[in-house]
Structures are given as C-alpha cells and as structure tokens.
C-alpha cells in the first residue's frame, strides 16, 4: 500500500510561483511512475505532468509545457511540481498519483494510488 500526501498549495496572483510537493509512504517510491493531475471546478480531473523512476523521462499537459517542471527525489519519495508563470486558468485542486511502473508515459495511464489533493488559486 501507498499513501501520498500532498502539500504547497495556496493562493497566488497571476504570474506567480508555487511548489508543489507529494511525499509517498512505503518501498516502491523508486520504482513508481508519479504523476500529477488536476481538477478545475465543474471540469474532468486531467493529467498535467508525470515522470518515470529515473527522471530521464518526463510528459507535460501543453498548456503547462514550459512553466511547470516536475521531478523527483527517490532518496526522499518525493516528488515536486513547480509552477511559474501561474494562470487563473491554472486554479484547481492538484493530485498526486503513483502508478508501480518502470516505464514511461502513455495516454490514459491508470495509476494505482491517489493524494487527497491540495488547492491551488491564482488570481487575476
């Protein structure tokens, strides 16, 4: 079993920065596929960007492509989503998730394991 959490969301003006992070519990952190989605209000939760276990490989929704990076500390099962150049329309709540995956990106990857989520808002 997996739990992650997730923490650095909050409120910030528009063209602003936050940093996201998603620390997981157990062994397989290393071995795990990490990704994080995000829901709007009213809207489908989508997938924004994920990273595979050597951080060789990464994917990125297009309309973050460029001001979000992901990445990940297998030594602290820890993963990071640093937003800059935040829009309103980037306002949602961000989820965690892990999928135990030694390969790369594929559409409509299901994962294994969720966070709760943590809310991002930008202002305009």
């Known amino acids: 079993q997996v739990q992650l959490v997730e923490s650095g969301g909050g409120l910030v003006q528009a063209g602003g920065s936050l940093r996201l992070a998603c620390v997981a519990s157990g062994r397989t952190f290393s071995r795990s596929f990490m990704g994080w989605f995000r829901q709007a209000p009213g809207k489908e939760r989508e997938f924004v960007t994920g990273i595979n276990w050597s951080s060789l490989s990464t994917s990125y929704k297009d309309s973050v492509k460029g001001r979000f990076t992901i990445s990940r500390d297998n030594a602290k099962n820890t993963v990071y989503l640093q937003m800059n150049r935040l829009k309103p329309e980037d306002t949602a709540v961000y989820y965690c998730?892990?999928?135990?995956?030694?390969?790369?990106?594929?559409?409509?990857?299901?994962?294994?394991?969720w966070g709760q989520g943590t809310q991002v808002t930008v202002s305009s």
């Open positions: 998730a892990a999928k135990i995956y030694d390969g790369t990106y594929y559409p409509n990857i299901n994962f294994d394991y």
